[in-house]
């Protein structure tokens, strides 16, 4: 087994093959003047090629280099190419929402497999039917169980979800832990602008609308998210617990995109911490994915 980082994931790669024991094969990958990729591998390439590359920013770039890894190491003489995938750009579009749009998901879904990747693997995917794309095999692992281990495991800690659709990641990481956690209501008014209108927040086994206030007071609320990407989910969930009386709030997310100075908008909002995955790089990834991807890998 050979292990390719591409260029957004070269130090996870270059983690994930020192757990396995694998090697780690050299690319040279770069841009013509005029703006076209030169790709080249520039090691030796075994039967079974696992090749690591997220598709955050530059999302087209990195895509577009990973179909330039997977076809050439298929033409080069690989058997088996595993593409791990920490971060999927456009799973967000995995549908039509407006008439005319591109089923953005399915196309990259449909590129990826007519490179000639085998297997597909990825991290807290946004929507999970987006696996259902593929007609090889695909999953998404779960990165809760390394947030979890670094989250203290401290009193009053109250891990909290800022919409009920990252309840189940919440819940995840406080069954791990041991401990309460609760969910906001959001409402999304367009890409960039939340609205958390229904400032309740509830108990787990609580079925009614009642605000309970103290779920939240005077707790070590951690929020936790699979996206951060401007940070208005996080804003108004960090606004709402400190209104609620929380003692501090600390944030974690898988995929820090952090765009739009995201990461200074929460700060401001009052967080005492950001902390992340590497599954992209950036000044919060404190959480490394390598040892999931590694036993996964050799499983
Ligand atoms: C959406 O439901 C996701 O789980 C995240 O909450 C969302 O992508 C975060 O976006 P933003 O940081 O722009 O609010």
Redesign the pocket.
Known sequence: MVIIGGSSSQDLAAKVAEKLGERLCYVESKKFPDGERYLKINGKIDDEVIIIQSTGYPQDENILELLFLIKTVKDIGAKKVTVVMPYMGYARQEKRFNPGESVSAKIVVELIESAGADEFITFNI?EECVLNFFNIPAKTLSAMPAIADFINDEEDLLIVA??K??YHFAQEIAQILNCECTYLSKVRLGP?K?ETRIVDVRCEDSSDETVNVDAVKGKKAVII??????????VNAIKILKQYGAKSVDVCCVHPLLVNG?TTRIYEAGAQSIISTNSISSDTSRVSLANIIADYLKS
Request: glycine share 16%.
């Open positions: 946004h800022p919409d659709g990252a960039d939340v998210d699979d996206i951060i990407a401007t940070g208005g989910t996080i995201a």
